[in-house]
């Protein structure tokens, strides 16, 4: 029977990257749309996903800890710089999951068990990671270079993918026998592969040797190369049909293209010499709106069609990501920056009507534009269930120490009530100068908001506007009346030079309140 779906409920995380105190993301099971200005920490918290499940896939349980690891010295730690152990603000680097159903997804330098987690290990198989850097490496390739995707794959593709499953022998680092494994891990294999076959015989002036033909490793090592080479090829197969008609019905570009597996190097195997076989995969256009067998596939591709082969590819290995698995997730950390405006819609309309329903999606951007554009889009097809935050970078008093400031975004005007009741009132005046912008072109016309020779109206002039067109609609004249008084001072910025005085705070409170009374009164959603 399918294993029920459960969602992410809490996102914990405490000293990882730039986290440093316990940080807690409610989700309650929905999908979350983040955006964290640059240096908030919101590439932090992808790489705290990312870490967390590939330590799932991780048997060395040293490898695990290394990243949690309190030892200053340690190079391959990945705890808070600002944390020192034996301090009063030290916590354990740990990072956490909770399901919907209860589920504990977990992992620290105490607690490595994630490796024994099968919640944990089918995650990783059926959760897709994308950035824009994986994206961008599709375009670094110069014009006297053939389009060589293997190492794309190696290192993005086939950690995540399940190929027939082998046995092979697995060499210990305590210096005792070789014991062996059976993998389905794609990654895995194909490392095994690299590695070669144990020498287990010895020649005759005492040298050890690899395994001859016609002995059984020799032969079991041949089988793994053609299995993998065989289930790489039905990979290949795989996206090369299920990606077109992504690129052609989706993102309306008349082109085919084609991933095509062949041998760089053969294998070199002797008793006492060993080469691994060296694989490239390269991509082909059989047809280039109407031109057959073009020959430089990047001489005609530009970035923008470039980018929309390589989510093609994604889209299409979603499709085969393992369907059988309690969390699926698609973590998008600004995966979209490098795509022109047409590639947005396109991508945007099909993460939001095709993998949403069957993914918990996690959408990441520093672009606030971005991010508007994707919360309209949500709002436009009514999709309620998404949980949105805004990560912000902030500063201990007194201290040289940074952390992430997580609010919960419910609303400008909210978040402008947030960041005031945490004394960060720069911000809070910010935020709510956004929502009165928002409030002037929802509420007054494109004409309206332009002056007598077409030009733009500034903010001031537009509320000016706005309570003239209120007061003749027969609007509150007492709360027109405080808009109009708190239009220059709370939303000139000029005027924040006193900003930490007292009475700019009270007139940010009062400010707050009567947004909150004019979106109730308008019915505008601020």
Not at 296 to 315: T, V, Y
Request: net charge neutral.
């Amino acid at each position: 029977m399918p294993v029920p779906r459960s969602n992410i409920k809490t996102i914990t995380i405490q000293n990882f990257k730039f986290f440093s105190k316990p940080e807690e993301l409610k989700l309650d099971s929905n999908h979350l749309l983040l955006y964290g200005e640059n240096g908030s920490g919101k590439s932090s918290l992808y790489w705290a996903l990312y870490t967390l499940l590939e330590c799932a896939n991780k048997q060395d349980e040293n490898e695990i800890k290394k990243y949690f690891n309190p030892d200053l010295t340690n190079p391959q730690k990945l705890t808070n710089i600002f944390l020192v152990p034996g301090n009063a603000d030290w916590v354990n680097s740990e990072i956490k999951l909770e399901l919907q159903d209860g589920t504990i997804i977990k992992v620290s330098f105490a607690d490595t068990a994630v490796n024994t987690n099968d919640d944990a290990r089918n995650a990783n198989y059926a959760t897709e990671f994308l950035n824009y850097k994986m994206l961008f490496r599709l375009h670094n390739f110069a014009h006297s270079d053939n389009i060589d995707l293997f190492p794309y794959f190696e290192r993005e593709i086939l950690p995540y993918v399940k190929f027939a499953p082998v046995k092979y022998w697995l060499k210990k680092t305590d210096g005792t026998p070789d014991t062996e494994k059976e993998t389905e891990n794609a990654k895995e294999i194909w490392d095994f592969v690299k590695k070669g076959p144990p020498k287990t015989g010895v020649t005759v002036s005492g040298k050890k040797r690899y395994p001859l033909r016609k002995e059984v490793e020799s032969r079991t090592y041949f089988n793994i190369i053609y299995s993998f080479w065989r289930e790489l090829n039905q990979l290949l197969t795989y996206i090369n049909t299920e990606a077109n008609p992504i690129l052609r019905d989706e993102f309306k570009y008349l082109l085919t293209f084609k991933l095509d597996l062949f041998t760089q190097q053969g294998l070199k195997l002797t008793s006492l010499q060993f080469h691994h076989p060296q694989y490239g995969i390269k991509l082909e256009l059989p047809d280039f709106i109407g031109q057959p067998g073009v020959a430089k596939a990047h001489s005609f591709l530009n970035e923008a069609r470039l980018s929309a082969i390589g989510l093609a590819i994604r889209f299409a290995i979603l499709k085969k990501r393992l369907q059988d698995s309690k969390l699926k997730m698609a973590i998008l950390d600004d995966f979209m920056i490098s795509l022109d405006m047409k590639n947005r819609e396109v991508a945007l309309d099909y993460i939001l009507d095709k993998i949403a329903p069957n993914y918990q999606l996690l959408v990441l951007t520093h672009d606030k534009f971005l991010y508007e554009m994707i919360n309209d889009k949500i709002q436009k097809k009514g999709q309620a269930n998404w949980t949105r935050y805004q990560m912000f970078e902030s500063k201990s008093n007194g201290q040289v120490k940074l952390f992430p400031e997580l609010i919960k975004d419910e609303g400008m005007v909210n978040k402008a009530d947030e960041l005031f009741r945490s004394h960060y009132l720069a911000p809070s005046a910010n935020m709510l100068r956004h929502a009165v912008e928002k409030f002037c072109k929802a509420y007054l016309t494109k004409r309206e908001r332009l002056a007598k020779d077409f030009s733009a109206l500034d903010l001031v002039s537009q509320i000016m506007k706005a309570i003239e067109k209120g007061t003749a609609a027969g609007m509150d004249v007492n709360l027109l009346q405080k808009l109009r008084e708190f239009k220059e001072r709370i939303l000139d910025p000029q005027s924040h030079y006193d900003i930490e005085t007292p009475q700019f705070s009270d007139e940010l409170e009062r400010a707050i309140i009567t947004m909150r009374e004019l979106s109730v009164a308008t019915g505008i959603q601020l």
